[in-house]
Structure formats: structure tokens, C-alpha cells
């Protein structure tokens, strides 16, 4: 049993919906993905991109906010739904062709307060931004399969710290994927030693240039065939195409 599934960080791009619809997934997993935000001119880019990718079949999704409100004015992060939040919100989102049975989300926590350098020089305060997984069970054709997306947090420490408690979550006895922008390397993943059977990843940051490897496909009970990446308009990051077998 085979199906396409793309994990994208959107980066406050525009929706990219043409970019993902022109893969003809049958999962796609997002990052960094606004909902009435003033940086993104208030579109509700979760909607967007659900209602392009409905046309493909993928009519069932949701979207899990990391907080409520703006970016400079964040408040205690809302339920995930399909809609978003009306005041505004960032987070991750699922859109899949196969039923869900299952939506569940985690919250994992935030970074610790700290002084950071700006590109430009300057230095500002970083007060840690709370991240969150989403993960749905799907039945495909008749077979669960667990698919999970996060967005790890820049902190190396913090993100190895979430990336165990996200796979935990995510394994179960049967087939299982955790996607996402991981904010580590390949070695950092590896050391963290999760019991996953394969890890598909690819350089995707910055994408002009790509020389980062931060974005990811781990799982488990499943296999991974051809690994691509492919251009998101607006954003700073390739997507991954991985077709996978259960």
C-alpha cells in the first residue's frame, strides 16, 4: 500500500498552494502556518490551502495553533480545529485524502528566555515560542496509520527534549510518521536515538541555496522509496515529497 506525503515549513509565505497541489500528495503536513496574522496580511492561510487541496480529494484536516492572537501579542494557544482561531494564530496543520478517526495534539512546551543576535547585528529578547504536535490516525484502506507533523524549537537542547516526548507519542505497535522542521541536524537527530526504522531528510534550508538539513520523515512499520524536495512559493524552505509504503 503506497501513498505521496509532503511536510513543508509554509514561512509566512503565501498559501504555496499551487507548489503543493502540483505534487498530488495524499498527506501534507505544514509548518509555520498563519491564521489572521498581521504579517501575513490576516489570510487565513490554513483554510487556503485546505480549500485547494480539496480538490484533490484531501477533505479532511485540521490546524493546531502554537498560540492565540498576533506574534507580539501571543495568548494561551486554542483547540485544534479546521477553521483556526478567530484571533489570529500559528501553528502546524494535516490535510489527508484517507478518513480520520483520530485527531490528537501534544503541547511541548517552549524555550528558555534568552538574548539572541539578529542577522542584522541586533540584539534582542527571545522569549521562547510554545510548540505543539498534531498527529492523526487515518485508515487506509482498512490499515491505521498514525501521521504526525511538529515544528521543534531553535534550541538545540529544547528541540532533542521535544523530538523524544513528539515520537513518543507518535509509536504505537503499528505504522507511524512524525514530519516536521526539526531545527537539528542530521547527527543531533541520530543522537537522540529514537526506535524509528527509517529517516528520510534533504538539505531544504535556505531554499535558494539549501545547505541546512532541519526538515524530516521518521517512521516506523513503514517504508520510504524516492525522496524529493520541491519549491514552496514564499518560503524559505523546500518541501519533502517521500512516497511511502505501508
Known amino acids: 500500500m503506497q501513498f505521496r506525503l509532503i511536510t513543508a515549513n509554509m514561512a509566512r509565505s503565501g498559501t504555496g498552494v499551487r507548489d503543493l497541489v502540483g505534487?498530488?500528495?495524499?498527506?501534507?503536513?505544514?509548518?509555520?502556518?498563519?491564521?489572521?496574522?498581521?504579517?501575513?496580511?490576516?489570510?487565513?492561510?490554513?483554510?487556503?490551502?485546505?480549500?485547494?487541496?480539496?480538490?484533490?480529494?484531501?477533505?479532511?484536516?485540521?490546524?493546531?495553533?502554537?498560540?492565540?492572537?498576533?506574534?507580539?501579542?501571543?495568548?494561551?494557544?486554542?483547540?485544534?480545529?479546521?477553521?483556526?482561531?478567530?484571533?489570529?494564530?500559528?501553528?502546524?496543520?494535516i490535510a489527508s485524502r484517507y478518513p480520520v478517526r483520530t485527531w490528537r495534539a501534544l503541547r511541548l512546551g517552549a524555550g528558555p528566555v534568552r538574548v539572541k543576535r539578529r542577522a542584522d547585528g541586533r540584539r534582542v529578547l527571545?522569549?521562547?515560542?510554545?510548540?505543539?504536535?498534531?498527529?492523526?490516525?487515518?485508515?487506509?484502506?482498512?490499515?491505521?496509520?498514525?501521521?504526525?507533523?511538529?515544528?521543534?524549537e531553535v534550541n538545540s537542547v529544547v528541540a532533542r527534549r521535544q523530538l523524544v516526548r513528539a515520537w513518543n507519542h507518535v509509536a504505537a505497535p503499528g505504522p507511524a510518521v512524525l514530519c516536521g522542521d526539526f531545527?537539528?541536524?542530521?547527527?543531533?537527530?541520530?543522537?537522540?536515538?529514537?526506535?524509528?526504522?527509517?529517516?528520510?531528510?534533504?538539505?531544504?534550508?535556505?531554499?535558494?541555496?539549501?545547505r541546512k538539513t532541519i526538515d524530516y520523515v521518521v517512521g516506523s512499520h513503514v517504508e520510504i522509496g524516492a525522496v524529493?524536495?520541491?519549491?514552496?512559493?514564499?518560503?524559505?524552505h523546500l518541501g519533502i515529497i517521500a512516497e511511502m509504503r505501508v
Request: proline fraction near 7%; include cysteine; charged fraction near 20%.
Open 228 to 236: 524529493e524536495t520541491f519549491a514552496v512559493d514564499g518560503s524559505d
Open 126 to 152: 527571545d522569549l521562547g515560542q510554545n510548540r505543539g504536535l498534531l498527529a492523526a490516525d487515518v485508515l487506509v484502506r482498512g490499515r491505521r496509520l498514525r501521521v504526525a507533523t511538529t515544528h521543534l
Open 183 to 210: 531545527n537539528l541536524g542530521p547527527t543531533a537527530v541520530e543522537s537522540v536515538g529514537l526506535p524509528a526504522q527509517v529517516i528520510a531528510h534533504a538539505p531544504t534550508f535556505p531554499a535558494p541555496r539549501p
Open 23 to 93: 505534487q498530488r500528495p495524499d498527506m501534507v503536513c505544514l509548518q509555520e502556518v498563519d491564521v489572521n496574522q498581521w504579517r501575513s496580511r490576516f489570510r487565513n492561510q490554513a483554510r487556503e490551502v485546505a480549500e485547494g487541496l480539496k480538490g484533490l480529494g484531501l477533505a479532511y484536516w485540521r490546524f493546531l495553533p502554537f498560540f492565540t492572537g498576533q506574534s507580539f501579542c501571543r495568548l494561551p494557544a486554542g483547540r485544534m480545529r479546521a477553521g483556526g482561531p478567530a484571533w489570529g494564530g500559528f501553528g502546524v496543520m
